[in-house]
């Protein structure tokens, strides 16, 4: 895997000749401030085999977002959610795959302050964007105070939703959609907890969101 | 328990992993980061039955980066030895993947496509082309030829029946539904040489190892599972299903790490369900409420291929007192994937039917339904003629009245409106089998004060880490903190499923008996010791209490376990736990119980139902966690409400196709449909059942809930509605 801060990106038109290997394309990955995120998880060293190489490149596009107030350039397969960025190129894996369809919450990020769901995203569309995800929400050791009232109020069994319910309630307060619980349960339902949280986790983003 | 102080046992601790879960760094299956991984995406059978009759995988091959697509045609045959330490079920024969070319249901994986990245092996999944030669599938339950029934009788039901007084005669069904854990259903493969490991969401280490190494032909210690978190199962995860077996094949031809995570749409039919039921029940009894005969007569589906039951049978023959009982339960095979357990399997259903005909029976006589059930409460299980071990339903019943307001209930149905909405009030009985199984752990306390103990569990959900955690610090007389509770690996000591409400049971007697073990090995050191401050106390005097052992009677008497290891060069003192199970002829009859209670309100015109508020009163034994067995019964409720309203796995009959897999239209509660619920346990504990006097309650929340639905809409309505979910059209 090569890092390339400033080297110009290297498009789908260069052609197989001239163009990435798959090695680059697939995660290539640079953060701004030296940190070179390991991208590679998903077998870019990995691939000296034949049978991959032969192939042609697969479309990809470059993007620079900002994760967790890293920065990040990226080349990816223009097909990659931003919810399969962050899982299988970033190593992020907190946002969750649920549904990889809308459906159930457990994917939410926010971009650029709003609530979203990553699985829908493609991440080619997010140039310059800002992600929050639940792993920028701590301040250090600190943790954000909805997921410390998530802790309090027992608001999770598995913890499979949870990271996808705490980004989305941190959405919700901030909405100021938290007013009363039937307003808190309206927006909060877009996220599917099966464990049967909802009861707790209405009290926990009461509890952040300075109502108790 | 033991004779320590309980400190950490029955306090309202919060989770342990909970810090791990709320900043996302608890890693679930698909989440471990194992170098070179490569993945793999499973092509489903476009057809409900019959053969492939060719495979093109050409415009698989040529896209970039896909490495192979594998299917019957090229895949390596499989021992696929038998594996009774399994939950296969023991007649039928489990699906052998790509093995032939027959396919048994619609979505039966029939081909997988690995390549180097998801992008890839998803598109490259989509270009393999099957075609097929296909028969019209058999897949609805109410025309299909049902196998020879199990049966049960005491006294003569059909008799009792001709010659009772009062008579409810009523069919009940009851929809298939889908766990739909949050998780998704994956596996990590890896091979080296003849080892394999695999990082799996299962909720039982052992069994996916024993299934893996039958399957595979290779020892049992040669394949190692990882599964430290689990994203929700509900029983899913209890058997090794044929796609964690497709992800180590994969990786075996490959000779690469592969990881496969079922999409969504695919959990619908790689991996079991809760058998949809067709169930007739009739009761029989005098002027009073008191009842003569109950007649069960239920069918309900499975595979072609594999015979799947569960415990449907118990709740109607230990529920009630009822001199003439007789079930008969069919099986129906259809060409559908196999079933299995979901959670208060056969009971969940099993109540249903019996509490929605209790309270038909209720209205019939004019009886109160809490009033009528008290009539018919048994002294002792009718069914093995043995004493219950506890049983404190009445107490259930009384409690919960009080607490929920049931003398606000209008007996008359269709009887409170407010506005548009109809309001009525429900209960219903629940009941779940206290199991228990042999299990093992270790127990490892170091010289510097801390310990780690290990069990291949699971936890997916209720707060196994937790409460093993709270039986260990209590029993080691330690803090919560000095304490490390690690299970979801198979090389680690073996306990049963995570299922069944039985790993406190099982796996935490094994802890305890572990942990006291380990204590009397240091308080033998020391009052042996002549430089302890013990020395020569009594050890049956001496308790331990944050990582300090001294006399009952005199806590300034004696030192701390660190003193003592290092004074005696001991670097580390050690136990393996174990749990022998229950005794082979049993002397009780075990059960843990709830009254559930539920008020709705519906539409007059719409049909809506509006679940307002519920109880549950759980008559479970002894509580080790209780602000997690708030969330186990919150949770269970919730998970009811589901059953009742809204979950319905729905098959097109024409060619076996699941119309609504995915979670958009196969509907589970979401937030704005849970509103108040309410859980209350009574103190107390089961000494009969197990050393820690537990009962279980993963299972026991969730029985019972639905019928409490069902019951409080015919209050409110006057309609009864015989069949599960309770949809907006049954009221119209």
Same mark, same amino acid.
């Given at each position: 895997m090569s890092t390339e801060p400033e080297a110009p990106a290297p498009t789908p038109a260069d052609g197989p000749s001239s163009g990435p290997t798959r090695r680059t394309f697939i995660a290539t990955t640079s953060a701004v401030g030296g940190v070179?995120?390991?991208?590679?998880?998903?077998?870019?060293? /990995?691939?000296?085999? +034949?049978?991959?190489?032969?192939?042609?490149?697969? =479309?990809?596009?470059? *993007? &620079?977002?900002?994760?967790?107030?890293?920065?990040?350039?990226?080349?990816?397969?223009?097909?990659?959610?931003?919810?399969?960025?962050?899982?299988?190129?970033?190593?992020?894996?907190g946002a969750k795959k649920g549904c990889d369809a809308g459906a159930c919450g457990a994917c939410t990020v926010l971009v650029d302050g709003h609530r979203q769901n990553a699985c829908l995203t493609l991440a080619v569309r997010l140039e310059g964007a800002k992600v929050t995800t639940i792993e920028g929400l701590?301040?250090?050791?600190?943790?954000?105070?909805?997921?410390?009232? /998530?802790?309090?109020? +027992?608001?999770?069994?598995?913890?499979?939703?949870? =990271?996808?319910?705490? *980004? &989305?309630?941190?959405?919700?307060?901030?909405?100021?959609?938290?007013?009363?619980?039937?307003?808190i349960r309206e927006w909060m339902s877009g996220n599917i907890c099966r464990c049967g949280c909802y009861v707790k986790i209405v009290r926990a983003v009461e509890q952040a969101a300075g109502r108790k | 328990m033991s004779p320590q102080p309980q400190a950490a046992v029955g306090a309202p601790l919060s989770r342990v992993e909970g810090r791990l879960k709320v900043t996302g760094k608890a890693p679930y299956a698909a989440e471990h980061d194992i170098k070179g991984v490569v993945h793999a995406v499973i092509v489903d059978a476009s057809i409900g039955r019959g053969r492939i009759t060719s495979i093109d995988t050409d415009d698989a091959l040529a896209q970039p980066g896909v490495l192979k697509v594998i299917h019957h045609g090229n895949a390596p045959k499989l021992p696929y030895k038998d594996n009774p330490a399994s939950n296969n079920p023991p007649d039928g024969r489990r699906l052998r993947v790509f093995q032939d070319d027959k396919v048994l249901f619609h979505g039966q994986p029939v081909a997988v496509v690995v390549a180097t990245t998801l992008e890839a092996a998803q598109h490259g999944a989509s270009l393999v082309k099957v075609a097929y030669d296909a028969q019209k599938p058999s897949t609805d339950l109410a025309k299909a030829k049902a196998d020879k029934p199990t049966k049960y009788a005491r006294g003569d039901a059909a008799a009792a029946l001709r010659s009772a007084p009062v008579r409810i005669d009523a069919t009940y069904q009851v929809a298939r539904?889908?766990?739909?854990?949050?998780?998704?259903?994956?596996?990590?493969?890896?091979?080296?040489?003849?080892?394999?490991?695999?990082?799996?969401?299962?909720?039982?280490?052992?069994?996916?190892?024993?299934?893996?190494?039958?399957?595979?032909?290779?020892?049992?210690?040669?394949?190692?599972?990882?599964?430290?978190?689990?994203?929700?199962?509900?029983?899913?995860?209890?058997?090794?299903?044929?796609?964690?077996?497709?992800?180590a094949?994969?990786?075996?031809?490959?000779?690469?790490?592969?990881?496969?995570?079922?999409?969504?749409?695919?959990q619908y039919f790689n991996t079991g369900f809760r058998p949809s039921y067709e169930y007739r029940l009739k009761l029989g009894s005098n002027s009073q409420g008191r009842l003569t005969a109950m007649a069960h007569e239920m069918d309900a589906e499975t595979s072609s291929y594999e015979t799947f039951t569960e415990s449907v049978l118990f709740p109607g023959q230990m529920l009630y007192s009822t001199p003439n009982v007789s079930q008969a339960y069919r099986t129906v095979p259809l060409d559908v994937n196999t079933p299995i357990y979901m959670r208060g399997p056969g009971f969940a259903t099993a109540s249903f039917v019996i509490e929605s005909a209790m309270d038909e029976l209720a209205a019939k006589l004019g009886i109160d339904p809490i009033e009528l059930r008290l009539r018919n409460e048994p002294s002792e299980d009718e069914s093995k003629n043995l004493p219950f071990s506890t049983r404190r339903l009445r107490e259930c019943y009384t409690t919960g009245a009080r607490a929920f307001g049931w003398d606000q209930r209008r007996a008359k149905p269709r009887s409170r409106r407010e506005g548009d909405w109809l309001i009525g009030m429900g209960m219903a009985a629940g009941v779940y089998d206290t199991a228990r199984m042999p299990a093992q752990a270790r127990i490892l306390?170091?010289?510097?004060?801390?310990?780690?103990?290990?069990?291949?569990?699971?936890?997916?959900?209720?707060?196994?880490?937790?409460?093993?955690?709270?039986?260990?610090?209590?029993?080691?007389?330690?803090?919560?903190?000095?304490?490390?509770?690690?299970?979801?690996?198979?090389?680690?000591?073996?306990?049963?499923?995570?299922?069944?409400?039985?790993?406190?049971?099982?796996?935490?007697?094994?802890?305890?008996?572990?942990?006291?073990?380990?204590?009397?090995?240091?308080?033998?050191?020391a009052v042996e010791d002549r430089e302890s401050p013990l020395y020569g106390v009594e050890a049956e005097d001496v308790v331990?209490?944050?990582?300090?052992?001294?006399?009952?009677?005199?806590p300034v008497r004696g030192e701390t376990y660190k003193s003592l290891l290092s004074r005696n060069k001991r670097s580390h003192l050690e136990a393996k736990g174990s749990y022998a199970g229950p005794a082979a002829k049993e002397r009780h009859s075990f059960y843990a119980y709830n009254a559930t209670f539920a008020e709705v309100a519906v539409d007059a015109t719409l049909g809506l139902v509006r679940v307002r508020r519920m109880l549950g009163v759980y008559d479970a034994g002894r509580i080790i966690s209780p602000k997690l067995a708030e969330s186990q019964a919150i949770g269970g409720i919730t998970g009811g409400i589901g059953t009742a309203l809204l979950e319905h796995t729905v098959t097109d009959h024409r060619d076996g196709r699941i119309v609504n897999a995915n979670l958009a239209d196969y509907l589970v509660p979401v937030n704005a449909d849970v509103l108040d619920i309410q859980a209350i346990y009574l103190d107390g504990e089961d000494r009969e059942a197990d050393p820690l006097g537990v009962k279980g309650l993963g299972e026991v929340v969730h029985v019972g809930v639905a019928p409490a639905i069902a019951n409080a809409v015919f209050n409110a309505t006057g309609r009864r509605v015989r069949q599960l979910p309770i949809t907006a059209e049954a009221l119209l």
């Open positions: 070179v995120i390991a991208g590679g998880a998903i077998g870019g060293g /990995f691939l000296a085999s +034949d049978e991959a190489d032969a192939a042609p490149a697969a =479309p990809a596009s470059r *993007v &620079s977002l900002t994760v967790n107030g890293t920065r990040h350039t990226v080349t990816v397969d223009n097909r990659t959610s931003l919810l399969d960025l962050l899982r299988e190129h970033l190593d992020l894996t701590a301040d250090g050791e600190r943790l954000h105070p909805l997921q410390q009232a /998530f802790i309090d109020e +027992d608001a999770f069994q598995c913890g499979y939703c949870t =990271p996808g319910q705490i *980004v &989305s309630g941190v959405g919700c307060i901030k909405e100021g959609h938290t007013h009363s619980p039937e307003e | 539904n889908h766990h739909n854990a949050m998780e998704p259903h994956a596996t990590i493969a890896r091979w080296s040489g003849n080892k394999l490991t695999v990082w799996d969401k299962t909720q039982w280490v052992v069994g996916t190892q024993t299934e893996l190494s039958t399957v595979f032909g290779v020892p049992a210690d040669s394949v190692r599972v990882i599964s430290p978190y689990v994203g929700g199962a509900f029983g899913s995860g209890l058997r090794c299903w044929p796609h964690t077996v497709v992800a094949l994969a990786a075996r031809v490959t000779r690469r790490p592969v990881k496969l995570v079922l999409k969504r749409r695919q306390l170091n010289a510097d004060g801390t310990a780690v103990v290990d069990a291949a569990a699971s936890d997916m959900g209720p707060g196994t880490y937790t409460s093993q955690t709270q039986v260990a610090a209590d029993a080691l007389g330690l803090t919560m903190r000095s304490v490390t509770f690690r299970l979801g690996d198979s090389l680690f000591p073996p306990t049963p499923p995570h299922g069944g409400s039985m790993t406190m049971a099982s796996v935490g007697s094994a802890v305890l008996d572990g942990c006291n073990q380990v204590r009397r090995q240091a308080i033998k050191l331990v209490r944050g990582g300090r052992l001294h006399t009952k009677n005199n």
